[in-house]
Nanobody, 125 residues
């Protein structure tokens, strides 16, 4: 079974940067799209970014465009989310997700069957 583990979260000041990592095991991710999601207290889980299986197509939520960059290293079976110019409203638990049948880039929760445990990102002065 596909398993995902996020890492790289932490506490940063506004304007700072973090790079999140999502390591996969069980399957090679070469054939699967991967999505990054986040959930803040009292809010629904939100699709932040996605990347296609080949890495040739990406998509971002309007709130993070120009600040976040998703990428993948298929040789290492790792997906990254580089987050720059962080704002307090970016504070949330961040999750990565994948599915053996998902190859297209989407930011929909129901499209993914495998989820990581999440990593906390806190942006505060």
């Amino acid at each position: 079974q596909l398993q995902l583990v996020e890492s790289g979260g932490g506490l940063v000041q506004p304007g700072g940067s973090l790079r999140l990592s999502c390591a996969a095991s069980g399957f090679r991710l070469d054939y699967y799209a991967v999505g990054w999601f986040r959930q803040a207290p009292g809010k629904e889980r939100e699709g932040v970014s996605c990347i296609s299986s080949s890495g040739g197509s990406t998509n971002y939520a309007d709130s993070v465009k120009g600040r976040f960059t998703i990428s993948r290293d298929n040789a290492k079976n790792i997906i990254y989310l580089q987050m720059n110019s962080l704002k307090p409203e970016d504070t949330a638990v961040y999750y990565c997700a994948a599915d053996p049948f998902q190859a297209m880039c989407v930011r929909t929760v129901v499209a993914f069957g495998s989820w990581g445990q999440g990593t906390q990102v806190t942006v505060s002065s």
